[in-house]
């Protein structure tokens, strides 16, 4: 029989639980509200894509990455069609590009307002949800119009985005862009300096730049630490070397550097900045070619290439290994939640059951691309 | 309701024991399935309201489907948990599981016997009202902690204890401030307070004016009183974000309905504890009702206490549908390091006061000078 | 610096034990012995002229037709701004590792997914358990040779 360690209870939180953002697991060691360890268990949502990926052929795959973080599947298809493009060397025609920065702009909008709005509601506060659900509707609106799906949108593929945009889009974007930036106020007065919304966050789970390195988390994670690292900026891919935004980066208003909520406000922040990126782009668009030439049984040549791109979560990296056939020989996903997720034990030794929730709501994690 | 009844029959002391005993009995049945009836009605439309306010914060329409703007939805949902399967899980300690919705059930409806509607329709007049109140009030959080122990659950039990130490704490700032307005009239009686506020426009008596002691003592009451009917953002106990459903988790159908409708019930007694001690009860404003048919002024007087009563409900759900949730150590913060100290100060500036100027207040301290 | 000087440094430093260096893919990559690398990892790390400040990603594959399994580690530096991939050549029928876990401990997880799912043995790991798969699973599913199974408990498949 097994010694049971009587001053502590186990705790199971999920995998159906409000608050772990899918189908997550975590194992509790707890001193009644005290936490005394936490075991992540991950898995649920295992599809075996890197499998599946080696029997498919390249465009094959690309519906794949929508279910990868379904929150963000235009980043998904972007980063992967980065990857195959990097193997083929093609040419990407300039209007593809700047639609597929407007694309992943918007999604990384999309996103974050979901990550606002499930941090809100896991902190008690349901009604920021809701808003941030009715401006995400504008996007997913927007979305419907150049490719028909509102949430796997399979719209950036190899060589370029699927299709042109649609007449008028422009002009829904821009209207867009008039009303989304007075949100980011509304939001602001209504949660981010809501005082008992910072007592809840501020100085929770702390990372330290040197932890937020050490366990590879990325994104508005690891920028709200202190560290300016941003993909679009670091590594420009597209055109983001043209454009011009900032990059926030945590500064401890309302307590230490990469508290909890330090990592939610490089949300708000970084939805002002992609709004700002979005209209950037409008600006310079041009006529062209919406997709380079891409042969229809598509052979990439032999090689292996890491290619990276920033996602609303952090970093998404495809390692790739083309033997030269149809197929990929192997093609590893470098999900940014992952890396995000096994900081959790670390950051979770003595905080009570309500700071978890805060932590994996800030952490903004999202399942299925942990699981894959 | 006793006296109604003593009215109506005439000299019913004169009768014979047996008689008396029979109109009692009838007396009590009728008042009880009049009071429940009201009560319960009032419990479906609060739900009605609740969804529907919050409907209107959150920009969505909330529900409109059943009967004209969706009135009769609390019937379809009440119907529908009629319906639901009883579920009692296989280790349950079945005898508290079962029992303990019936407690809270009963608990939360024997408040509303000493309320005072108007002059003269009240179920029982009782010298001892506002602390009847407050005892009965209490059985709740027993309850409460047999439903979540009985459930075996652990998050039951979590949220069954944080109910429990909430609710005992809460309880002492709630007892002081009331106390602070209870001095002024000297009286526990809920019509004899009442009585006490006529006058001055029916507004200009009432205990909240009195004096800045009885203003504040309201503030703490009313802060308190959320906490004790847990509500956000003092919903610790239930938390969904964190404790699935506290310790209602394990609960279906009508059980859950019983703990259900007994928050609202208790949202109706602290609600109408504030309106009978500090705004007067059913004091109509403005009017002087003296003149009036009886029938009339009792109705009127029906009607303005409910307004009352359903215009601090309305601030509750305007709360719990705005702020977040603090975390369950500040709550205990909030109570003993705010709530309590200042609760007893103010309870010793009000004595003071009731010492200084003989009890007057300040509109009659006022007039007075006028006067002269 | 960039991945032809890492690769001088390390070669410098840590002679015999670097075995190739292969420029074509991307980053560049060094191939080392398998028993060298928490030690070129930590000099890595700490070396400031190089300062690999993060682990990206660590990833196995199958090689099966030379019967090599790899296990592949994406190194990348904040400071720098640089990034290497290093290569660690196993045996198929026995892949051993010696974990990285303690330079980076965010390689706990990378490490239990390679043996996950192709069943590399990180020695020293401190938690060497399945995270993507339940805990009885048979078999290691990412394998080029991996058979598919008929029935898991009482479900067919």
Redesign the interface.
């Known amino acids: 029989m097994a010694v049971v360690d009587e001053r502590f209870?186990d705790?199971n939180m999920g995998p159906q639980?409000?608050?772990t953002h899918g189908v997550l697991r975590l194992l509790i060691k707890t001193d009644?509200?005290v936490v005394s360890r936490v075991t992540p268990y991950?898995?649920y949502l295992?599809r075996?894509l890197?499998?599946i990926a080696e029997r498919l052929t390249y465009p094959q795959f690309t519906p794949f990455t929508d279910r990868l973080d379904y929150l963000a599947s235009m980043n998904c298809n972007l980063a992967y069609a980065l990857t195959v493009e990097?193997l083929l060397n093609i040419e990407i025609p300039r209007r593809a590009q700047i639609l597929r920065v407007i694309m992943a702009e918007l999604n990384r909008i999309s996103s974050h307002l979901i990550a606002f709005g499930s941090l809100?509601?896991?902190?008690?506060?349901?009604?920021p949800f809701?808003?941030g659900i009715?401006e995400r509707e504008f996007i997913n609106d927007l979305f419907e119009m150049v490719c028909g799906a509102r949430l796997t949108y399979n719209y950036i593929r190899i060589g370029g985005v699927a299709q042109d945009i649609p007449d008028g889009f422009i002009d829904k974007t821009k209207e867009f862009l008039d009303y989304f930036p007075p949100k980011i106020k509304e939001y602001n007065d209504?949660?981010s300096y809501?005082a008992?919304?910072i007592?809840?966050l501020a100085n929770i789970a702390v990372i330290s730049p040197e932890d937020a390195?050490?366990?590879?988390?990325t994104g508005p994670n690891l920028r709200a630490s202190g560290?300016k690292?941003d993909l679009r900026r670091?590594e420009p891919y597209l055109m983001y070397n043209e454009l011009d935004f900032d990059i926030p980066v945590g500064r401890g208003e309302m307590g230490r550097v990469g508290d909890a909520w330090d990592r939610y406000m490089m949300r708000i922040y970084e939805m002002e900045q992609s709004a700002k990126i979005v209209r950037q782009c409008i600006d310079m668009f041009q006529q062209g070619d919406h997709i380079a030439k891409v042969p229809k049984v598509l052979k990439v040549p032999a090689?292996?290439?890491?290619?990276?791109a920033e996602n609303p979560r952090g970093?998404l990296?495809f390692?790739l290994?083309s033997d030269g056939s149809t197929k990929p020989y192997?093609l590893?996903i470098?999900a940014p939640s992952?890396?995000n997720l096994?900081?959790v034990p670390?950051l979770s030794g003595g905080v009570?059951?309500?700071?978890l929730?805060a932590i994996i709501g800030s952490l903004d994690i999202i399942l299925p691309e942990i699981?894959? | 309701m006793i006296e109604l009844i003593n009215n109506i029959i005439g000299n019913i002391h004169s009768s014979t024991p047996m008689i008396r005993w029979l109109v009692y009995v009838m007396v009590i049945v009728i008042s009880s399935v009049i009071v429940l009836s009201f009560a319960l009605l009032y419990e479906g439309f609060a739900t009605y309201a609740e969804r529907k306010v919050a409907g209107d914060i959150q920009a969505r329409i909330g529900p409109n489907r059943v009967g004209p703007y969706g009135l009769l939805q609390f019937v379809a949902d009440g119907v529908k948990l009629l319906l639901k399967e009883d579920i009692i899980p296989f280790y349950a300690d079945k005898w508290l599981f079962i029992i303990a919705p019936y407690i809270v059930f009963t608990a939360s409806f024997a408040a509303f016997v000493p309320l005072s509607y108007s002059d003269h329709v009240y179920v029982a007049n009782m010298n001892v009202g506002v602390l009847y109140i407050i005892a009965v009030s209490s059985v709740v959080s027993m309850a409460i902690l047999m439903g979540a122990w009985g459930s075996n659950n652990k998050w039951s039990l979590f949220g069954g204890m944080r109910a429990v130490a909430q609710i005992v704490s809460y309880e002492i700032p709630i007892i002081l401030s009331l106390l602070a307005a209870i001095i002024i009239p000297s009286s526990l009686d809920m019509k004899d307070i009442i009585l006490y506020q006529s006058g001055g426009l029916g507004i200009f008596r009432w205990i909240i004016f009195n004096n800045p002691f009885t203003l504040l003592a309201f503030f703490i009451y009313f802060t308190a009183a959320i906490a004790e009917v847990n509500r956000t953002p003092f919903d610790i106990p239930e938390a969904e974000s964190e404790l699935v459903a506290g310790y209602h988790t394990e609960y279906t159908g009508m059980r859950f309905a019983f703990f259900f409708m007994a928050e609202y019930g208790d949202m109706f007694i602290v609600s109408a504890i504030a309106a009978t001690l500090f705004f007067g009860g059913w004091q109509i404003p403005f009017i002087n009702g003296v003149a009036m048919p009886l029938w009339l002024r009792e109705t009127l007087q029906v009607v303005v206490f409910l307004t009352k009563i359903f215009v601090l409900i309305y601030v509750m759900m305007w709360i719990r549908w705005t702020l977040p949730r603090l975390r369950v150590d500040q709550l205990m913060e909030l109570c003993w390091k705010y709530l309590t100290p200042i609760a007893f100060f103010d309870l010793i500036g009000a004595s003071v006061w009731v010492l200084l100027f003989n009890g007057k207040g300040v509109y009659d301290i006022l007039s007075a000078l006028f006067v002269h | 610096m960039d991945a032809k000087q890492i690769y001088q440094t390390l070669s410098e430093k840590f002679t015999g034990r670097i075995k190739q260096f292969q420029e074509n893919t991307h980053p560049a990559s060094v191939v080392v012995e398998s028993d060298a690398i928490v030690d070129i990892c930590s000099f890595l790390k700490r070396e400031t002229e190089l300062e690999f400040t993060s682990m990206i990603s660590l990833s196995g594959v199958d090689l099966k037709d030379q019967g090599k399994m790899l296990v592949i580690y994406h190194l990348g530096s904040i400071r720098h701004k640089h990034k290497i991939a290093l290569k660690v050549e196993l045996d198929r029928n026995n892949p051993h590792v010696p974990t990285v876990e303690k330079v980076w401990p965010g390689a706990n997880w990378y490490e239990r997914e390679a043996y996950d799912l192709y069943g590399i043995v990180f020695d020293n790991h401190s938690d060497l358990r399945r995270i993507l798969l339940p805990d009885d699973w048979e078999g290691w599913p990412m394998r080029k040779d991996y058979v598919y199974p008929k029935r898991y408990h009482t479900w067919d498949v």
Do not use: C, Q
């Open positions: 209870m705790l639980h409000p608050s009644g509200e991950i898995g295992h075996a890197e499998k990097k809100s509601s896991d902190m008690g506060a349901f009604t809701l808003f009715r209504l949660l809501n008992i919304f007592k809840r390195l050490d366990y590879g988390v560290i690292w670091e090689g292996e290439v890491y290619v990276r970093e990296g390692y290994i192997r590893k470098r992952f890396a096994s900081i670390k009570m059951i309500a700071d929730v699981d894959r």
